[in-house]
């Protein structure tokens, strides 16, 4: 039985003070995310001791960060020392601003790519034959071995071969001398929303299992899913078998991927996005005129409520996602919001000024495209975090992998 409170304070302790740098990616008057690298060491160094607990490694998958330096940095001072992201490009970000640690890429590679994945990726996940041949052949020309990760497909209906056709792919990897097979993972909750249970776990570890006896080795992963699985890990409930697992959205955000509940003991203040509003007026609930399509294809519909004070904060389409942005202060709605213009009912909440910085708790939607908006500025609360001088403008620098 896990000695959970404890876990939580020698987390903190451990965590200690991180070397003081500011850290201010990008200017924008208007929008900001803030990002504290404080609290997501922490995070980090928690679920790494709920991991270790179990004998599973914990993987961080930092591709939320879009290649951000710090994001990779405050991980590492948590104390995982290995990061997995979805993008080349990002992996190459990450090199080339001196993150050193072991890199997994996420996403199947293509064999077009397949020269870059072997150059930056320590371990790759497969499920195609083809791409593999490629990887072993760019492996083959410089000189190296690719570790590789084979996905199984287990109900998901996402990436991964499905188990009846694992013992053909193995069979016909091994002659491939470029490559080596060293684990098995799969991926549950991304596409089809399936649940990652205890059944489907013990399927993974049992085509572990058969994998081992056709290599006729131990695989080094079997790495038993994402965020999704931190609730069986938390109830001590994850089969046998299972040593590693992928986890992006509760380290950044310290939820529960399956109730958005905090999970106990992890910060869900790592980010915060903040946008100063430009115009507070009473208007009518309800359009007046004919209502037809908008900007984006939906015709809208609003509850006729009166009238309501209303706000704008500069922050739009463009820099966040709607659906998954919520007022920090739970007096403020949300109402809509068009390419650059976030509507706001502040009746609730008042009273506000025109400049007044409204703060919002972004969800992993929200985080992603305000990452990736050059509109919305990035800025590490104190202290922050990075090896060398931030820089002037984010995202998007030119991409080193593609040389
Ligand atoms: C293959 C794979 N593993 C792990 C993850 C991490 O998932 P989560 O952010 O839900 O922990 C993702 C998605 O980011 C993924 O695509």
Redesign the pocket.
Known sequence: MLCYRRLIHRARRETGPLPSLTGIIAMNPSACLHIDQQLLSENVRLLQALCQRQGVELIA?V?AGCGLEGIARAVLAGGCGML?D?RLDNIGRLQQAGVDAPMVL??LPSPSHADAVVRLADIS?NSEYDAIEALHLAALRQGRVHRIMLMVELGDRR?GVVPAQLPTLVERLRPLGGVRVVGIGS?F??LGGVRTTVTNLSELVRCARDVEARLGYRLEHVSG????ALPLLLQGRLPAGINQL??????LLGRN?YTDEPLPGLHTGVFELEAELIEIQTKPSLPEGEVVLDAFGQVPHFEDRGPRIRGIVGLGRLDTDLATLRPADPRIEVIGASSDHLILDLTRSGPHRIGERIRFVPG?GALVQAMLSPYVCKQFRQPALTAEPVPARWPLPASPWRR
């Open positions: 998958v591709k997995a979805s996420l996403r996940l990436e991926n909750g991304c899913g994402n965020s999704g992928r986890v992006g959205f509760s380290m991927p992993y």
